[in-house]
């Protein structure tokens, strides 16, 4: 009888096989955590591992455009040098008339939402006084159009004002605009200096 109660409950065990079945155990639950903590080591190790990974490509891909920064640099220079000469050409001395600056300026207000209210050309060189209205977004874009190439326009005098208009403020521009380095060119004349 004593056989089948020690064969069958771990209560009934002598201590040595009851110490043994502890150890067993426990042994098993360290085993399975230090399984699960490596486990998780090693995920940990793969991410850092790939990210490792990631940040020497994006290193390499920097060193790269780095290294090509120089040959952009001239080709840029080149290319601005190119444009630079193809604006003289294009924009010649006996092209520079005052319809031109009109055209270039009225074609920029309409695109920038304004109004062009006057023109008056100045004698003696391609220069102009303008009148305009509109809004402040549409006159700073009006500004930065027609100072960038080809025929840059340089503003010598600016005034703005504001005034009401059904409840929405209006701006209004009164400014001297002159493209630079330009003389005015009428019909082939050209003035001759005295002796």
């Given at each position: 009888m004593s056989q089948v109660r020690w064969r069958t409950h771990p209560a009934h065990w002598p201590r040595l096989a009851r110490l043994a079945l502890c150890l067993l155990v426990a042994l098993s639950c360290a085993g399975s955590g230090l399984l699960?903590?490596?486990?998780?080591?090693e995920d940990s190790r793969q991410a850092a591992r790939q990210r490792q990974q990631d940040l020497r490509a994006q290193y390499q891909a920097a060193l790269t455009q780095r290294a090509q920064q120089p040959a952009l640099r001239s080709?840029?220079?080149?290319?601005?040098?190119?444009?630079?000469?193809?604006?003289?050409?294009?924009?010649?001395a006996d092209q520079l008339q005052p319809d031109l600056?009109?055209?270039?300026?009225?074609?920029r207000a309409s695109e920038c939402g304004l109004t062009?209210?006057?023109f008056k050309p100045l004698s003696g060189k391609l220069a102009?006084?303008?009148?305009?209205?509109?809004?402040?977004?549409?006159?700073?874009?009006?500004?930065?159009?027609?100072?960038?190439?080809?025929?840059?326009?340089?503003?010598?005098?600016?005034?703005i004002n504001v005034s009401e208009q059904d409840d929405q403020a209006i701006?209004?521009?009164?400014?001297?605009?002159?493209?630079?380095?330009?003389?005015?060119?009428?019909g082939g004349d050209t003035k001759e200096s005295a002796p």
């Open positions: 699960l903590a490596v486990s998780d080591l080709r840029e220079s080149a290319l601005l040098m190119q444009l630079t000469a193809q604006q003289a050409q294009l924009w010649s600056l009109h055209t270039k300026l009225a074609r062009l209210e006057s102009a006084t303008i009148a305009l209205r509109g809004s402040h977004a549409g006159l700073l874009r009006f500004v930065e159009l027609v100072s960038s190439l080809p025929l840059p326009v340089l503003f010598e005098r600016l005034d701006l209004q521009l009164h400014a001297t605009v002159s493209a630079p380095g330009a003389a005015l060119v009428s």
